[in-house]
């Protein structure tokens, strides 16, 4: 075979891609990667996957390796989570897939119990405002009217807003253990024990906590232990360590839980019988992620949890020891969100975002989270959000003091005005602005060129991205504009800014 590019030059290509990225390993990135700080679990992992690499998980009867990797993974989370002989689960390609399909099979139960058809009617979901995007992002796939709840300046809804909202319309209850945005542990066992009373199924998305709030101190009960939880998410390629692309979905009750899945033998093809969205799947994610639990084993996702838990505390204390910052609320997990502290004089302040680009410019990447509007015409600030893992503990010496540094560099500077940062795009948004949008999907209100021309306004071209070094440049402005836009507006300058990304150059 003779080789356009020989493969020896291809990998280098790829090896001076990957020197551009944000760093994965060493702890300076505070969200999306899930650094064990133990360099044998991702040898481990790599030699998983080429194991099996070859494999498709389509067919766990064809490769019998994959249903006895999957059945291990669901028996470990299982007994992990406190699931008895009643709860059967699925390995899934990740936290979204898992919350997806957690709510299809609420939904298609719901209308089963109805004799009706999908489409026929719309049950909602019911949640608080803080619940992962990724159930938005089920309600827009599967028909369901999102009812989204206010939350405290904790960031817990209380259970008693949400037993007022059940009823017979409600197809599932959806509480977080803790939520992304703050950390905050939703009040798993009073929720549970409303929406049972009526008759409604809840579940508890431990995708980022599953594998670390069973090892936290002192917590309420908030997995499968409790009566009336339904259903949970936990995410192996989150605090389990594994490569992207793994995470579980358990059910209590098999009945319940066969309703996850697609079969037709209608059609001139094998018979498709998948448990997930997709059909063809790698057996990588799933081989690595088993064989770190089986490396590890309980005592080793403690230790680890250990890691992450002081880390999470010294950091929760050093935040707090700075002028002008406060963590929200009383955060559980490995995780926490800060925000300004309103209690000092303005010139005392310090905002997040800004602090987060003056963290940056340290060598630290932490990621920027917009204020909310509530329901209840609360709103819920604009904070900086990080997450802690084991090998956080190792580098606090240095992470700490460029917190503080930054925040002695930014005190008292306030977040660019968003209104000066969208004036200038005002005439290409007029006419088009805040309406005629479903959320969620880039089908509108602007059109590819006007958003493109938007997106110059606010000096982001997306065919600069990456040239120099991870990220698209200061977040504050960003996201002070995000916030300001009409909600479909911005959701549709972030869809132009993806896609562009991606257009061949
Ligand atoms: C990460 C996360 C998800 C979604 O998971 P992905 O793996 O990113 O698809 C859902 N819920 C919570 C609480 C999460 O932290």
Not at 336 to 350: W, Y
């Amino acid at each position: 075979m003779r080789f356009a590019t020989a493969p020896a030059d291809v990998l280098a290509r790829l090896d001076a891609l990957r020197a551009g990225d944000a760093p994965t390993h060493g702890g300076h990135v505070l969200s999306y990667v899930y650094d064990s700080g133990e360099p044998e679990l991702d040898e481990l992992a790599a030699a998983a996957i080429r194991t099996m690499q070859p494999v498709n998980g389509l067919d766990p009867t064809t490769f019998g390796s994959v249903a006895a990797l999957e059945r291990d993974l669901v028996a470990f989370t299982r007994t992990l989570l406190g699931g008895d002989d009643d709860v059967v689960g699925t390995v899934t390609s990740g936290g979204t897939e898992s919350c997806l399909l957690a709510v299809k099979t609420a939904r298609d139960a719901w209308l089963a119990a109805r004799g009706l058809e999908p489409g026929a009617a719309r049950p909602r979901l019911v949640a608080p405002v803080t619940v992962h995007a990724a159930f938005q992002k089920a309600a827009h796939y599967f028909g369901l009217a999102l009812d989204l709840l206010p939350v405290g300046d904790d960031g817990a809804v209380a259970a008693g807003t949400v037993a007022e909202r059940l009823g017979d319309d409600v197809a599932l209850v959806v509480v977080s253990a803790p939520s992304y945005p703050h950390a905050a542990l939703d009040p798993v066992v009073e929720v549970a024990a409303a929406a049972s009373a009526a008759g409604i199924p809840v579940h508890v998305d431990a995708c980022i906590g599953g594998m670390a709030l069973p090892f936290w101190p002192g917590l309420p009960a908030w997995d499968l232990r409790v009566p009336g939880v339904t259903s949970l998410s936990v995410d192996l390629h989150k605090y389990g360590y594994a490569p992207k692309g793994v995470s579980v979905l358990l059910h209590r009750g098999r009945d319940r839980q066969r309703g996850q899945y697609f079969a037709t033998t209608r059609w001139p093809g094998y018979p498709v019988v998948n448990p997930t969205l997709l059909g063809s799947r790698s057996g990588g994610p799933l081989a690595a992620a088993w064989a770190i639990t089986h490396a590890l084993g309980h005592d080793g996702f403690a230790e680890l949890a250990g890691r992450s838990y002081r880390a999470t505390a010294a950091l929760v204390e050093a935040v707090r020891a700075i002028e002008g910052l406060r963590v929200v609320g009383d955060p559980t997990g490995p995780l926490l969100a800060v925000a300004t502290d309103d209690t000092v004089a303005p010139e005392r302040r310090v905002d997040p975002h800004v602090w987060a680009d003056a963290v940056a410019g340290h060598g630290w990447v932490l990621q920027a989270q917009p204020s909310c509007a509530q329901p209840d015409g609360t709103v819920l600030p604009h904070t900086t959000h990080l997450t802690v893992t084991p090998v956080t503990e190792r580098v606090l010496d240095a992470l700490v003091p460029a917190l503080v540094a930054a925040a002695d560099d930014v005190r008292g500077t306030p977040r660019p005005d968003a209104g000066a940062v969208v004036a200038p795009l005002a005439a290409a948004l007029s006419g088009g602005a805040g309406h005629g949008a479903d959320a969620g999907t880039g089908a509108g209100p602007l059109d590819s060129a006007t958003a493109g021309a938007v997106l110059g306004g606010l000096g982001l071209d997306p065919s600069r991205i990456g040239d120099d070094g991870p990220g698209v440049g200061p977040m504050a402005p960003l996201l002070a504009a995000v916030e300001t836009l009409p909600a479909p507006v911005a959701e549709r300058l972030l869809v132009e800014l993806l896609a562009r990304l991606v257009e061949p150059r």
